[in-house]
Each structure stands twice: as C-alpha cells, then as structure tokens.
C-alpha cells in the first residue's frame, strides 16, 4: 500500500487529515484528544484483526485436521463393508 497523510492543526485547534494513494479521504478532529483516541482505535481495530485472523487460522486448521480424520475413518470403514 502506498499513500501519504497530511495531518496538520489549525488556528483553531482543530486536527486536520489528508489520505492520498491507496488510501484516499479527509478527516477533521475537535481537537489533539479526539485524534489521538482516533489513533487507539486504528491501533485496537489492527490488533484485533490480527487475533480474528490467527483465530480463522486455527479453525481453519483445526477443520482440515478433522477432514483428514474424517476421510480416513471413511475410508476405513468402506474398506470394512467390503469384506462383508
């Protein structure tokens, strides 16, 4: 991803953002404050995506690993009824 972020304070004290390349759009914030818990939530909302994913990993994992047991007690048992 490439992009570039203009963040600067007006006379007013409020905090402006500009996105440009991939990430494109504008932001006001009241002020210092309301950025910086703007900021948390980016950093939460990362850290938690990053959990789901480890967590959709170890499902998916977890689902492939029971697949294999599935198909081989399948295939055991075809094998069985086949000897019958």
Same mark, same amino acid.
């Given at each position: 991803?490439?992009?570039?972020?203009?963040?600067?304070?007006?006379?007013?004290?409020?905090?402006?953002?500009?996105?440009?390349?991939?990430?494109?759009?504008?932001?006001?914030?009241a002020?210092?404050e309301?950025?910086?818990?703007?900021?948390?939530?980016?950093q939460e909302?990362?850290?938690?995506?990053?959990?789901?994913?480890?967590?959709?990993?170890s499902l998916d994992e977890?689902?492939?690993?029971?697949?294999?047991? #599935? @198909? +081989?007690?399948?295939? =055991? #048992? @075809? +094998?069985?009824?086949g =000897?019958?």
């Open positions: 991803m490439d992009f570039h972020a203009d963040i600067y304070e007006s006379d007013d004290g409020r905090i402006h953002m500009a996105l440009r390349g991939d990430a494109v759009g504008t932001a006001e914030f002020d210092l309301v950025f910086a818990q703007f900021v948390a939530r980016c909302y990362i850290e938690n995506s990053r959990h789901a994913k480890r967590i959709m990993e977890h689902d492939r690993l029971s697949g294999n047991i #599935t @198909s +081989d007690a399948s295939s =055991d #048992t @075809s +094998d069985d009824q =000897d019958h």
